[in-house]
């Protein structure tokens, strides 16, 4: 009987031991997480619904009071913000229907050598990608600037171009968009593609499958889980996007260029500081980004393959 118990109390005492230490890894990751993501974000929603001015700081001197939906009210009133919120779903747009497929066709092409100097190329690529966003938007202000290269080469083909300002001021940004963050699909799916057995896709091949059908009924089922993971990275990249557009156009001309992050930027820290509206802009971009995400999943689970 004496062992029978000391038995218990050994498996007890290891249940104990098992406990504490699943705590001890668990509790800094949990307090990291509540401390740097959770309570930053219960604060923004209930500074978007107060009257926070800034305080003796920025000289505020009204109390701070609970104002409700005001200034959800007054942004979905403001015609800037839905300037900001159609170039980002222009940015959205050309990141998922632009740097996904572009980046998985020219992975593809390099992992099926279908080309020489895949190295090269695949270096030549991801280049934008470790190059500095500040650099790189410098880069491409002056080379879109009225006095910048690109209307030197546009009157190489019509001498009588004059440059001045477009029709659509964010063409430029989104093409830079596309150029600068192909690259990083094109390494995911690099990385995945090497996972697929090659011996399959030569299997296929031998019994008369196309490159096409190959493509269609092998490699995309076998990636469907990567291209919703990179349409996910794809969709919130989008939606914060600030660094590239501020240094390129600082989203004029005329908030022309503006995006969520940039109007939410000029409302809390441009003129006099308007907290409660910057962050009822960050939480609309934060509930923007979940329903894209939730539709993206829906979709691959609607129409796509398995892994």
């Known amino acids: 009987m004496s062992k029978v118990l000391s038995g218990k109390d050994a498996l007890s005492s290891a249940r104990k031991e098992q406990k504490r230490s699943y705590w001890m890894l668990v509790l800094p990751a949990v307090v990291i997480y509540l401390s740097v993501m959770a309570f930053p974000t219960v604060f923004s929603i209930v500074l978007s619904m107060t009257s926070y001015n800034g305080g003796k700081i920025f000289g505020g001197r009204i109390p701070v009071e609970f104002v409700g939906f005001k200034w959800y009210k007054r942004l979905f009133v403001d015609e800037y913000f839905y300037l900001a919120l159609k170039n980002n779903m222009w940015i959205v747009l050309v990141s998922v229907l632009g740097q996904i497929p572009l980046g998985f066709f020219l992975a593809y092409v390099l992992y099926r050598g279908l080309v020489k100097l895949t190295d090269f190329f695949q270096t030549m690529i991801y280049l934008p990608c470790v190059i500095s966003t500040v650099v790189i938007g410098i880069l ?87 291209i919703v993971t990179s349409c996910i990275l794809a969709i919130s990249g989008s939606l914060k996007s600030f660094d590239l557009i501020y240094v390129m156009t600082g989203g004029g001309p005329a908030n022309q260029t503006s995006v969520l992050s940039v109007y939410m930027f000029d409302k809390a820290f441009k003129g006099a500081p308007n907290y409660p509206l910057a962050n009822a802009i960050s939480t609309v971009m934060v509930t923007i980004s979940f329903i894209l995400i939730g539709l993206t999943k829906w979709a691959e689970s609607k129409f796509g393959g398995r892994e």
Do not use: C
């Open 140 to 226: 491409w202000k002056s080379f879109f600037s009225p006095h910048g290269a690109f209307p030197e080469i546009v009157r190489l083909f019509k001498p009588s171009y004059e440059y001045g300002v477009s029709n659509h001021p964010i063409l430029p940004v989104l093409f830079v968009i596309l150029w600068m963050y192909t690259g990083t699909y094109l390494i995911i799916f690099m990385a995945n593609l090497q996972k697929i057995d090659s011996a399959v896709i030569e299997a296929a091949r031998i019994d008369g499958a196309s490159e096409g059908q190959s493509l269609r009924y092998i490699i995309l089922p076998a990636l469907s889980g990567v």
